[in-house]
């Protein structure tokens, strides 16, 4: 049996002596694109800082792929696109993508060829010469996207990906998503976005005041008498923390 | 090894494509006429005509005024570079916490150690080249404008005093930049850590630059002094980067 993408087995993290994550344990299996839901302030990114290994859990273990969260053996198989996208905006899109393809430690004859691949499919070929700071937002978060995707990794994590975009970015970022899983990808999705969530996800977790509320698989959120909203409405209560 | 180079070289080709930059190349050219030729000028070559009113012989003069030579070659080295860092180029990790790019370099496989190495050379390699560089051309010039006029030939340090600047101060720069990056990524506030720094810079080095010329401390001793300063700045840094931390640096970067 292949080993879960992510899993999280009963990870507790305090911060500043407030319990931000409670005993919160989900297993992401290779292959899924996971949908992680919760308002603000619910402990959603603290969550993917414990996955990529920024926060050491205060009890509990994180794996990535079978491999400690804070391995450098585990990030060299994550792709990210965090909250903030974290591209130099003095450099161009082609040196942002070279700058990280060495970081990966990719070879010089497969760079090229892979940072041309990823601004082909990110729709930026045409612009890869231009400095980040005159970027659209969205051209900056498909730029993160192929960023994230450089290294050809197993499990590509993104925290709101579609935040701040336009309509046809966010159709553009989830087409590239559904492309990802198609080839296998294991995406960990995390959103505020109901409607994108039950278009693209197998699986979802529902995540409130740092405990796991709901997990399931979409079909059977889809299948049940409630709605994802009503749903979300009533494990939630409602609003942001 | 080769991560921490690309950074490097992906910090310095930022450094160079930003204004600040050249601002504060152009802070410390201005710096190096102002205290490094005309003061300097000024106070050894008061020291010369002194020297030459006593009745000694060229020679006899060249050999008394070394020592002061060198140590001005080490200390004008070290306020050039301390200048340089904390007016110019230490404000690109500053840029890379608020902007958050640092988040995402953290979440590669780099090792936190790698990171802050590659931070640290990219603030210090430009600045002791420009500091050096700065400062020899300070003692030609002022050599050219004040002393060889005066003295008959120029005077050039002692090979005590081009150790202490060529090897000594570089290395008392390294740690120094070093405890300033570790202190950039763990508190919230870089700005302040900068100005405390700069603070530090004009109640001390330039107090210390004058007291030290004015003493004349010999060559040997210099060396001395500023090894036993690296070293000491070695331990404090070896004791702050305990605190360095990814989780620490992620809950002092929010900008």
Known sequence: MAQAAVALDNVSKTLGGRPILNNISFVVEQGDVFGYLGPNGAGKTTTIRVIMGLFPPTSGRALILGKNAGSDDARQRVGFVLEADGLYENMTGYENLDYYSQIYGLSPTAKGRRIDEMLEMAGLGD?????????????????????????????LILDEPTAGLDPTGQLEVRQTVLDLAERGKTVFLSSHNLDEVQRICSRIALIDR????????????????TSLEQTYVRLTKGGDR | MRQTTVILKKDLREALRTGAFYLHAGLALVI?????????????????DALIEQGLAPAEVVSAIEPLMGTTLVMLALSLMLVFCLFGTAQNLTMEKTKRSLESLLCTPLSLKQVCLAKSLAIFVPCVVFGLILAFAAVAGTNQLFLAPRAGQSVMPGAASLTAALVAVPLIFFFFVTLLVALQLIITRVQWVNAVLVGLLAAVVVPLNYGLL??????????FVSLAVAAALALLTLGLSRLVTKERIMLNSKG
């Open chain 1, 127 to 155: 612009r890869a010469g231009d400095k980040v700071a005159s970027y659209s937002k969205g051209m900056r978060q498909r730029l993160a996207l192929a960023r994230s995707m450089l290294h050809d990794p197993d499990l």
């Open chain 1, 210 to 225: 740092g405990e796991i509320k709901l997990s399931a698989q979409m079909d059977d959120v889809r299948s049940g008498e």
């Open chain 2, 32 to 48: 190096m006429a102002v205290v490094g030729v005309r003061a300097l000028g000024g106070v050894i070559g008061g020291e010369i």
């Open chain 2, 214 to 223: 004015g003493s004349g401390l010999a060559s040997q001793s210099i060396v």
